[in-house]
């Protein structure tokens, strides 16, 4: 059977085969240590839970509009408000997970040929996304020079007439960076000047260790008007699964969203939407016990990493990445390419990590702490382990 053109082009996400490779090998019983997941290791908090189960029971299990319970929009609507964010009910719409609510953005923004800037690193899911909406992805490349950020200069460098969005991603996937409001306001007036789309990705903002997360979208009302929110409550609420996500932006562009997704989801999932409900409106205080947990982590093994011969990395600021550059270690150990260093890794020490050409940057490798602390610290000393055996044999 002949597949169409757009999913040919497709490249599957590495983190996800990653970490299903990894698990076939747990389930075969041998100690696989997965530093790959982009998922908090912490169950969704129970009153959340609870307040799924109460919907069921309470049959809330019928169609809801498109773009989502009026009673989320609320909630969602209060939530931005404490982040100096003001949006109607008619600029929210609900969906499927952030992951789909950007999909129904590019399909609503991009016509054949648009192009998007896209910084490296990048989230592996947005240069195909944009490129199934018929849109060209053009790439800014940074680097430990730039703190994994872009600057306003640096944008426009790569600005064409057929520029039509920007995706700005903070805190970051995968380098843990944070945009500091000066920076923001700079790449804002960029946006302002050449009447970009920002495409502003804050699904990790309660992710901080360090400093203060700042929505672009906040900064001034010409900036917000071009700024479309993407954010959920997978990471800060422990609720991958449950597959609610939600973006705030310009009302026409958010109306044909939902009329979009009026087409292929109909709705996101009930008991999920009721669930989240009470994930806005009740007790948060589970955010700041994961964040404790996940400083602490950070904190602990970032200095154990950088025992490793060869490595550089950037300390993180938020989400729960290291993202080192591994390129003086791949040398070390006589070995090709990053991506040669991660299959070897799993092959002979059975740690999972996901290598940097999948963020547009081979020279790097990504290890999620988002697992125990005591299995990190396993898996870096088997890495440590594993680089000094190649040293050896190399010398």
Request: hydrophobic content about 40%; proline content about 5%.
């Amino acid at each position: 059977m002949e597949l169409s053109n757009r999913v040919k082009q497709l490249r599957p996400s590495s983190t996800l085969a990653i970490t299903a490779k990894a698990n076939e090998l747990k389930a075969s019983g041998r100690p696989v240590i997965g530093l790959a997941a982009g998922e908090p290791d912490f169950n969704t908090p129970s009153n959340i839970i609870e307040a799924a189960f109460k919907a069921v029971n309470e049959g809330k299990t019928k169609y809801t509009p498109a773009g989502g319970l009026p009673e989320l929009k609320k909630a969602i609507q209060h939530k931005l408000a404490k982040d100096h964010l003001n949006y109607e009910l008619n600029e929210i719409m609900v969906a499927s997970g952030a992951k789909h609510a950007l999909y129904n953005l590019f399909q609503s923004i991009l016509n054949e040929g648009d192009e998007v800037i896209i910084p490296i690193p990048f989230w592996v899911s947005y240069p195909e996304q944009v490129v199934l909406a018929g849109g060209k992805p053009v790439y800014v490349f940074t680097d430990e020079s730039t703190e994994y950020k872009v600057t306003a200069e640096m944008l426009e460098q790569v600005v064409t007439p057929r520029t039509k969005a920007l995706i700005l991603n903070s805190p970051s996937n995968p380098s843990g960076v944070i945009y500091e409001r000066e920076e923001l306001e700079s790449i804002a007036d960029f946006a302002v000047k050449n009447d970009i789309i920002v495409v502003s990705d804050e699904i990790y903002e309660t992710l901080i260790y360090d400093g203060s997360h700042v929505s672009i979208a906040s900064l001034n009302d010409d900036i917000k008007r071009l700024t479309v929110v993407i954010n959920g409550v997978s990471k800060s609420h422990s609720m991958t699964g449950w597959r609610i996500g939600y973006a705030a932006g310009d009302a026409a562009l958010i109306k044909a969203m939902t009329d979009l997704a009026s087409h292929s989801t109909s709705n996101p999932t009930t008991p999920s939407q009721w669930a989240t409900v009470e994930a806005y409106n009740g007790d948060e205080t589970f955010i700041d016990e994961m964040n404790s947990i996940f400083k602490e982590r950070l904190e602990t093994i970032y200095p154990k990493l950088m025992e490793i011969p060869g490595i550089q990395c950037i300390k993180p600021r938020g989400a729960f990445y290291l993202y080192p550059n591994i390129s003086e270690t791949v040398k070390l150990c006589g070995l090709e390419s990053a991506d040669e260093f991660v299959e070897q890794l799993l092959e002979e020490t059975l740690v999972a990590a996901v290598p940097g050409s999948s963020f547009g940057s081979p020279d790097n490798i990504r290890l999620s702490y988002a697992t125990d602390l005591a299995s990190m610290l396993e898996a870096i000393d088997r890495m440590k382990q594993f680089v000094e055996k190649r040293m050896e044999n190399n010398s």
